[in-house]
């Protein structure tokens, strides 16, 4: 039996740390908490975010420009192998008990409260080969942003679980799920075991995850997640390479929430196995693959609004000026999207700006891609726009079932929104280098 400790393990700047017992970590106090503050806040300069912290198993040290704040300490190396349990309850209650004694009781924009099961800074390599346990169990009408982090680390650094990692509780609607990454470049995430979540609350939920570029993302385990708000499975900034080569299954109980911090975007509810959002740039970017299976089931009520969205693949351009390099996306395995509900939703295996509104096409390239065999003119499932330009013209599309002989029109494989239409916005289709609008 795992021995159990309810204290944390905690090292410094090139550490070395392995767990083979059983840490349930809940009271914020001691070695198991620390506050720090970071200030990479998009269009925002100077404005920094003030966290208090959870740590189950960590690399930490001494921020010597600011007496008794923490930093994510670098060149470490975590092992777990046996179990981390880490529970939200506690440290939240600590930040309501103080907040209401603040200058500001009402102001949560620039708080967050973070549960870190894992975590380290730069260049440092975190291995989960045992099982991690978030427990999002705060008061479900919490205001502030709660980040459920099961694995982070800065950039340069390698994150691999092969064990299982879990979140479960009621949530809130203001909760962040983080999986298995941070918000830095040259990261290389891969999942070899078992993700899952299963949250009535969440605000948005990223599993595999950067805000970084030139690294990869891979999953060739199992990810099943079922939550509200926004679910990402696999989410990145241009220039990330994502590849499925497992299962990801995701159920998604859509419902329009109001984003409270003002430097998270507003959107309607979205889920996606793979997600990459970008600026108008001249990077160059990466393929986007799937050979495994992903299946999204999208479960609108009224709560959803209209415009709630479901897609294999998606592709968001955020920024109106100047033109983004070309995206490729290849299917060789198996994509399912599904949706029940009051009305239908814009669902399909791929979308491209459908929630970007405004004439800013994206270039996107289809490689080789399987699909089940449909009547695409009718269902508006397949690739599915607002503002793109698709490149087909050397798409090798593999149709299945019993209508795969049936010749297929290259410019009904493409579905612009009646609104985007209207609007008299972009969207071409080139095939064998012939553009068709």
């Given at each position: 039996m ?14 070395y ?14 070695i ?5 503050r970071?200030g990479n ?6 404005v920094?975010?003030k966290n208090?912290?959870?740590?189950g ?7 010597p420009t ?8 670098s ?8 179990v981390?349990?880490?529970?939200f309850?506690?440290?939240y ?12 009781p ?16 730069t ?10 346990n978030?427990?999002m169990d705060?008061?479900i009408?919490a205001?502030v942003s ?5 694995m ?31 918000m ?5 995430v891969i ?14 939920t990223?599993?595999?995850?950067t805000?970084?570029?030139?690294g ?8 099943r997640?079922k ?5 990402m ?9 994502m590849?499925?080569?497992g299962?990801i299954e995701?159920?998604s109980i859509?419902?329009?929430l109001?984003?409270?911090v003002?430097?998270?975007?507003q ?11 970008f600026?108008?740039n001249?990077?160059?970017?990466c393929p ?5 299976t ?9 709560a959803?609004?209209?415009?709630a969205?479901?897609f294999?693949?998606?592709?968001h351009q ?5 033109e983004?390099?070309?995206h490729?996306?290849?299917n060789?395995?198996?994509i ?5 509900g009051?009305v ?5 295996e791929?979308?491209v ?6 004439d ?6 289809i490689?080789?891609?399987k ?6 003119a ?7 726009c607002r503002?793109?330009k698709?490149?087909l013209s050397?798409?090798e ?9 049936t ?12 609104a985007?239409k209207e ?9 064998a280098?012939r553009?068709m609008?």
């Open positions: 795992n021995k159990l400790s309810n204290k944390a393990i905690v090292v410094g700047k090139g550490g740390a392995v767990n083979y017992g059983h840490l349930d970590i809940s009271q914020p106090m001691g198991n908490y620390f506050e720090y970071h806040i998009p269009g925002q300069p100077g920094e975010v208090i912290a959870l740590c198993l960590a690399a930490l040290e001494d921020n600011r007496p008794g704040d923490k930093m994510l300490a060149n470490a190396t975590l092992i777990n192998r046996g981390i349990d880490i529970h309850k506690e440290i209650a600590l930040y309501k008990e103080r907040k209401t004694k603040s200058d500001e009402d102001n949560y924009n620039n708080d967050t409260v973070r549960c870190y099961a894992m975590v380290a800074g260049d440092s390599m975190l291995i989960n080969e045992g099982v991690i978030v427990y705060q008061e009408d205001e709660l980040y459920g982090c099961a982070w680390a800065n950039a340069h650094s390698l994150m691999i679980n092969r064990g299982e990692i879990h979140f479960v509780g009621n949530g809130s609607w203001q909760s962040y799920i983080r999986g298995v990454g941070s830095d470049s040259h990261l290389q999942n070899e075991g078992t993700i899952t979540v299963d949250l009535e609350r969440a605000y948005q990223r599993i595999l995850h805000a970084g570029q030139y990869s993302l891979t999953n060739n385990g199992l990810i997640v939550t509200s708000g926004r679910i499975v696999l989410g990145c900034l241009a220039g990330t390479r590849t499925n080569n299962q995701i159920t859509a419902t329009f109001e984003n409270k003002s430097y998270h975007y959107f309607d509810p979205l889920a996606t196995a793979m997600y990459e959002h600026l108008p001249n990077l160059p970017t986007t693959v799937n050979r495994g992903i299946k999204v089931h999208l479960c609108g009520t009224e959803s609004g209209l415009n969205v479901a294999g693949f998606y592709c955020v920024g109106t000026q100047g983004t390099p070309v490729l996306m290849i060789e395995g198996n399912e999207v599904t949706q029940e009051p239908h939703y814009n669902t399909a791929v979308g700006n459908v929630q970007s509104v405004g800013f096409p994206v270039n996107v390239k490689g080789p891609w699909t089940k065999a449909r009547d695409f009718v269902t508006h499932d397949l690739f599915i503002s793109a698709f490149d050397e798409m599309l593999e149709l299945t079932g019993e209508d795969s002989s010749p297929m029109d290259a410019k009904q494989l493409v579905y612009q929104l009646e985007s609007a008299k916005e972009t969207c071409e289709v080139k095939v280098n553009p609008n």
